[in-house]
């Protein structure tokens, strides 16, 4: 009787937990309606307000609620660096709006293209004669890059501001790999092709250092430019001439260093700073906190602008993050979600299409699948351009093949055309610990791809043969799409990266300009007059609960706004935390099953808000090397 009473009562909390989590779940739903879209009645007249909270991004990641949940953690907050623009455009000629407020807070940066483009965004509000502030307690490359274009620029007098420039130190496992007696076969075509050399040496080679050093100096001249133009008083060569010296002629106040070099305008903390923007754009009637001013948020404001749908819609498919196969992101670049969403439109009555890329590359095969997905626009004679975000490089350069007119932005990073492919095996290791492998083989492929016995002379020239035969398609599609002999291309070509202003020179590009200037080509080419065209977003869909998860599983304590980095120790600590991601992410490049990639692993790391952990593709195997992989762990 008492063995029944226990499972009575087992059953019963089972209902009882059923029951919480249903309810559970009702009220979260019933608050994500309720609160999915900001009111626009929230804006008044005063300052408006953006929360630089994160990074700056092409396109949001999606939050998956259930992990968030679980993990009690959400990943970094992510802005899209459209509508920061689009908000500073509007307010530029907004009599509501007396004063625009980026708080740098919790900024952790974003791409030289998106910085460069809401800095000009930046610059419009100030020419309409609205003054824009910023406020932080670090400014490193990428928030001076934004604060350069402020009319006050305030820092905390316990914070730093710093200019690194550009560059660093990637990890090479070579050494690792030869004690642990791994084999790393490395299967590429392109001289320059730099992504494989982690796991095949110990330092850079003489080829990748040339051509990283020209595409760092070309963004480090163009970042330079940029902010000194914007920034006059800024002593750029002072700060990284000698950065020491320079620091200590203030006796190690790092903040009054950044006061005397011309990089910030004013030290003050969080009120004294909102005291200013009172007396530019009001007191804020409903609190009497220090520092509070009448201000709107980014969100409401631009909910209030609302959507424009006048005249032809112009479509716009963003493929921004890795490529990878199957239906991963947003975020990241899934093949078939991207294919499925350009063969959706098909049936839109589209006047144009723009492909937006931000993408560093990745799956061959997924790159493939999108470019075909393009070309069924061509095939039905509907105009189509390529806008080049930060990134258009490999992967990212082969669905660039079908555009009609490519735009890129002196700072683009593009070019890398060349393939490779990585595929551990563990004879030499099985060998250490007595581990053999022997058997019958009636055929030279025979029990290939064999992980622990090691390929065969056949598998690894079948291997070699099939990158050979992908790098000559690479090579074809530039060529049609670029007019280019394939001799020409293969000269550019080799895994070489490119900065926009070469790109443009050696024909990979047609003109510089961003989405903007790729949605009027777009609208003209479609005889679209000026003002009769609107962009649509292919697939944009709002994250309604993604301000509702964040709030559920960030504690208290976490939710108070704490600055990034206030010195140089917190900075530091903060690459510490960050070595542990890229060790792993290296780690998951070597393992992982990918099959054959054009991605480039020599252009500069871009920011990750999923904390480096690569999106979740499709299981399914892609490519010949991804069903050789397969195959061996099945």
């Known amino acids: 009787m008492s063995f029944v009473g226990k499972v009575w009562k087992i059953l019963v909390g089972i209902k009882d937990g059923l029951v919480l989590l249903f309810m559970l779940l009702f009220f979260v739903g019933l608050f994500a309606i309720l609160s999915a879209r900001p009111n626009p009645g929230q804006v008044r007249d005063g300052a408006l307000q953006i929360d630089l909270a994160g990074i700056v991004v092409e396109e949001k990641s999606a939050l998956d609620p259930l992990t968030a949940l679980l993990a009690r953690e959400a990943p970094v907050e992510e802005t899209r660096a459209r509508d920061v623009i689009r908000a500073l455009d509007a307010a530029a000629t907004d009599a509501r709006i007396k004063a625009v407020v980026l708080d740098m807070t919790t900024f952790i940066g974003g791409g030289q293209v998106h910085l460069k483009d809401i800095g000009e965004a930046m610059d419009r509000v100030r020419k309409a004669k609205k003054p824009v502030l910023t406020f932080g307690f670090a400014y490193a490359d990428d928030q001076m890059l934004l604060a350069a274009h402020a009319s006050e620029v305030w820092l905390d007098p316990q914070g730093m501001a710093v200019i690194a420039g550009p560059g660093g130190s990637n990890l090479y496992y070579a050494g690792l790999l030869e004690k642990l007696s791994v084999t790393a076969r490395v299967y590429r075509v392109g001289a320059f092709k730099a992504g494989v050399e982690p796991y095949t040496r110990t330092s850079m080679s003489d080829e990748a250092r040339a051509n990283i050093g020209g595409l760092y100096g070309a963004l480090w001249e163009e970042y330079k430019a940029n ?128 492909v937006r890329i931000d993408s560093p590359g990745g799956s061959v095969t997924a790159s493939e699948e999108i470019r075909r997905a393009i070309q069924r626009f061509r095939a039905r004679k509907i105009p189509v351009a390529v806008s080049m975000g930060n990134l258009a490089a490999s992967g990212g350069y ?78 074809k599609l530039v060529s049609g799409a670029r007019k280019l002999p394939v001799s020409r291309v293969d000269q550019i070509a080799q895994g070489q990266v490119w900065d926009g202003g070469t790109a443009r020179q050696i024909g990979l590009v047609d003109e510089f300009g961003g989405l903007a200037e ?89 920011l990750d808000a999923a904390g480096g952990k690569p999106a979740a593709a499709t299981q399914r195997p892609e490519g010949m090397l991804a069903l050789l992989a397969w195959l061996a762990g099945s």
């Open 227 to 354: 902010v000194s133009r914007a920034r006059p008083k800024l002593q750029l060569a002072k700060i990284t001439g000698d950065p020491a010296a320079w620091i200590a002629s203030s006796g190690g106040d790092m903040a009054k260093a950044a006061l005397d070099a011309g990089m910030v305008d004013k030290l003050g903390d969080k009120a004294a700073f909102g005291a200013r923007v009172a007396q530019l754009a009001g007191e804020d009637p409903w609190s009497k906190l220090p520092g509070a001013y009448a201000s709107s948020d980014l969100s409401a404001y631009l909910a209030d602008l609302g959507d424009v749908r006048k005249g032809k819609a112009i479509g716009v498919v963003t493929i921004a993050g890795e490529i990878v196969d199957g239906e991963a992101g947003p975020g990241t670049a899934g093949g078939t979600r991207i294919a499925n969403l350009l063969d959706e439109a098909l049936d839109d009555d589209l006047a144009a299409l723009v």
């Open 398 to 475: 082969w669905v660039s093949t079908p555009g009609e007119r490519i735009f890129a932005e002196p700072e683009t990073i593009t070019g890398s055309i060349g393939v490779y492919a990585v595929v551990p095996t563990f004879e030499n290791a099985a060998a250490r610990l007595g581990v053999t492998a022997d058997g019958h083989r009636t055929t030279e492929l025979s029990g290939q791809p064999d992980i622990i016995g090691g390929f065969s002379p056949a598998m690894d020239s079948l291997l070699q043969t099939s990158i050979g035969g992908t790098y000559q398609d690479f090579l």
């Open 518 to 606: 790729a949605l009027e080509w777009a609208a003209a080419k479609a005889g679209a007059k000026k003002g009769e065209w609107h962009a649509v977003y292919l697939g944009e869909k709002e994250a309604n609960y993604d301000s509702l998860i964040r709030q559920l599983v960030t504690s208290e304590s976490a939710k108070a706004r704490t600055p990034v980095a206030g010195d140089i120790f917190a900075l530091t600590a903060m690459r510490s935390q960050a070595l542990g991601t890229r060790i792993a992410r290296d780690a998951e490049r070597l393992l992982g099953t990918r099959g054959v990639q054009a991605y480039c692993l020599t252009c500069p790391a871009p």
